[in-house]
């Protein structure tokens, strides 16, 4: 999504660009409920109206239900004017009676109020049914409402070290009079009402942009200071950035050649240690051996939905099943690299068992000369009973991820 909305922003500055991006990500994540909203004012059902209509619906029902400083006149007529740009004066009579009736219907008397099965929260929230189901039978209604609540949530900006420390970062904004506050478990600071391109210190590299969990995952993998690690799947490449502050050197692997320029990009501006970019596929090594290894492996990322509500509606159940093959065949080529007494850190911004625990389980039971070997010193609140690191979205007050620190001993 945020490749396709940089490139329809063109030309956007300011407030227009801010309110284009809600538009797009609010959509995204309310689509369920917009499309509940609206099915009621379609004579023929909304499944009947063309794809391009259909946007044009959910857009104009979006700022009618959640943008109040958008004046119900003003979303209903701008709407009529896309949908006449876009598919002429019947479309645009269309797109007026269907707007006109849902806004004098009103959200309040259409929305429900019970929430106690699946199929209710999966709609009220925009979600799939499957997954919703799956959660529910996992975390429970409750636990599953908070999380589902959290993706609806607009992500916050956190920012971590990139060439400057914690403090020193923290110091520019104060000298500017930037409001930040501590992220959660100390993973960060988080920013308020700023684009990271206009805070001080980023042209020189000062910090990156990073979620908390993903902070966190470094500091599980506490990988020796003398070590050099290979990144298997490095790119965007904020996890080698991290690391290359307290390793010797990191080696960053990328299989994608469109993600390579960004990975580049990233480290140019913000690395601060050695850090060698190699386009390799992770299940191909570019390495003999390597005694730290951090596979941060593809994945459903079903943790990450918040920042990127577009990806709750690609996912599904053969699609789990495909990651999970590719992730285990992934873990067996990077743990041949690791020589006894190396390191192996598998993680995910994942919150499927079969991607997570259950794939270490069955990687452990192919492979007893690994074991699990926790850092110490992480908060146990982090931790599952196993050990992995084990992060949840309406727990924790960041994204979702998981992490399994593998010691190799014989």
């Excluded at 999504?1 to 490139?7: F, P, S, T, V, W």
């Excluded at 929260?121 to 908070?146: I, M, Q």
């Excluded at 003999?288 to 509606?313: E, I, M, N, Q, Y």
């Excluded at 492979?367 to 009973?385: H, M, W």
Aim: with cysteine; net charge neutral.
């Amino acid at each position: 999504m945020d490749a396709a909305l940089e490139l329809s922003m063109k030309g956007l500055e300011g407030a227009d660009r801010r309110l284009a991006h809600e538009l797009a990500a609010g959509v995204l994540r309310r689509q369920t409920e917009l499309d509940s909203r609206l099915e009621r004012h379609v004579p023929r059902g909304l499944g009947s109206v063309p794809p391009l209509i259909r946007g044009v619906l959910r857009l104009g029902v979006y700022q009618l239900d959640q943008l109040d400083r958008v004046p119900p006149h003003a979303a209903v007529s701008t709407s009529v004017d896309l949908a006449r740009e876009v598919a002429g004066a019947k479309a645009a009579g269309f797109v007026n009676a269907v707007l006109r009736r849902a806004g004098e219907a009103g959200k309040s008397e259409e929305t429900p109020s019970a929430l106690s099965a699946s199929s209710d929260l999966s709609t009220r929230y925009s979600h799939p049914d499957w997954l919703v189901a799956r959660w529910v039978a996992r975390f429970g209604s409750e636990d599953t409402e908070a999380l589902l609540a959290w993706n609806n949530r607009r992500p916050v900006l956190v920012v971590q070290p990139g060439r400057e420390s914690e403090a020193e970062i923290g110091n520019r904004f104060e000298e500017n009079r930037i409001e930040f506050e501590s992220a959660p478990f100390g993973a960060g600071l988080i920013v308020t009402g700023r684009s990271p391109v206009n805070l001080p210190g980023y042209a020189v590299g000062s910090f990156i942009v990073q979620d908390p969990a993903q902070a966190l995952v470094v500091r599980f993998a506490d990988f020796p200071t003398d070590a050099m690690v290979y990144d298997a799947c490095a790119a965007p490449g904020g996890k080698t950035i991290s690391m290359g502050r307290s390793v010797r050197s990191v080696i960053a692997g990328e299989a994608r050649p469109s993600r390579l320029p960004r990975l580049a990009e990233n480290l140019a501006r913000a690395g601060s240690g050695p850090a060698f970019i190699v386009a390799a596929d992770a299940s191909r090594p570019p390495l003999k051996r390597c005694a730290a290894v951090l596979l941060d492996a593809p994945c459903l990322g079903t943790g990450t939905f918040a920042r990127h509500p577009d990806a709750r509606w690609k996912v599904n159940l053969e699609a789990l099943e495909r990651l999970r093959r590719r992730q285990a065949d992934l873990l067996a080529a990077c743990a041949a690299l690791v020589p006894p007494g190396g390191l192996l850190v598998y993680s995910t911004c994942s919150l499927e068992p079969e991607e997570n625990a259950e794939q270490i389980d069955r990687f452990l039971a192919r492979s007893p000369e690994f074991r699990r070997e926790p850092p110490a010193g992480l908060t146990s609140e982090l931790l599952s009973d196993k050990g992995d690191l084990e992060l949840l979205p309406q727990r924790h007050g960041m994204d979702g991820a998981f992490a399994a620190r593998l010691r190799r001993i014989a």
